[in-house]
Every structure is written in structure tokens, then in C-alpha cells.
């Protein structure tokens, strides 16, 4: 089970932190997917079970960052910063019983409940 928190409302160039505890973190590759209206579902950054390997797709690469590595902690994190109008989508956290995530929704084993990020212009 997967809960999700951290999305809100914020100006262009803004930060916000998302928040994904799961239990038994071990035993999953995690990451975040984003649906923006009238658009599909897309990957946004992977973590490896492993903790050790993370993955950040072009779009968002160099302003938003995953962590929570320590597979013995319950909790992954997506620090997004320098924020723009066109990352504001339903943010939502996944999880893969494998070694690493998939960047294609039809192979996310888990997902948490979507949590809204509004940047505004």
C-alpha cells in the first residue's frame, strides 16, 4: 500500500517535495508517474530497489531529484524544483516487485493515490 503526500499550489520557479511511504520498501522499485489533463500517464523518475540507482526522465532532469535510497526505510521522496506551468499534472506513486522501475504505467505493480501539483504562470 502506497500513500502519497507534498503536492499543492506554487508559482513558476517554486519547489515542492512529494512524499511516498510504502511498506516493506525493500521489496520494490519505486518511482513517480504524472498525468497532466487530456494526457496520458508518463514516468517521471525511478528509484531502484537497490536504493543505489535512480533514473529522471529528460523533461524533468536536473530540477527534480528522487531519493530515499536506504531500503530499510519506508518513505521515498521527489524534490522538484524550479517548477514550471507544464509540471502541473496528478502526481502519483508507483511500485514494481523488480530490481528497477518501469518507465511504461502498464508495468507498475502498485500505485498510490494521485496527489495534485498547480504551478501557475
Known amino acids: 500500500q502506497l500513500q502519497a503526500s507534498g503536492g499543492g499550489v506554487v508559482q513558476a520557479g517554486g519547489s515542492l517535495r512529494l512524499s511516498c511511504t510504502v511498506s516493506e520498501r525493500r521489496k520494490y522499485a519505486m518511482g513517480w508517474f504524472r498525468q497532466a489533463p487530456g494526457k496520458e500517464r508518463e514516468f517521471v523518475a525511478g528509484i531502484a530497489r537497490s536504493g543505489v540507482n535512480t533514473f529522471h526522465s529528460d523533461s524533468v532532469k536536473g530540477r527534480f531529484t528522487i531519493s530515499g535510497g536506504d531500503s530499510d526505510k519506508n518513505t521515498v521522496f521527489l524534490q522538484m524544483n524550479n517548477l514550471k506551468p507544464e509540471d502541473t499534472a496528478v502526481y502519483y506513486c508507483?511500485?514494481?516487485?523488480?530490481?528497477?522501475?518501469?518507465?511504461?504505467?502498464?508495468?507498475?505493480?502498485?500505485w498510490g493515490e494521485g496527489t495534485l501539483v498547480t504551478v501557475s504562470s
Open positions: 508507483a511500485a514494481r516487485d523488480a530490481l528497477i522501475i518501469t518507465t511504461n504505467p502498464a508495468f507498475v505493480d502498485f
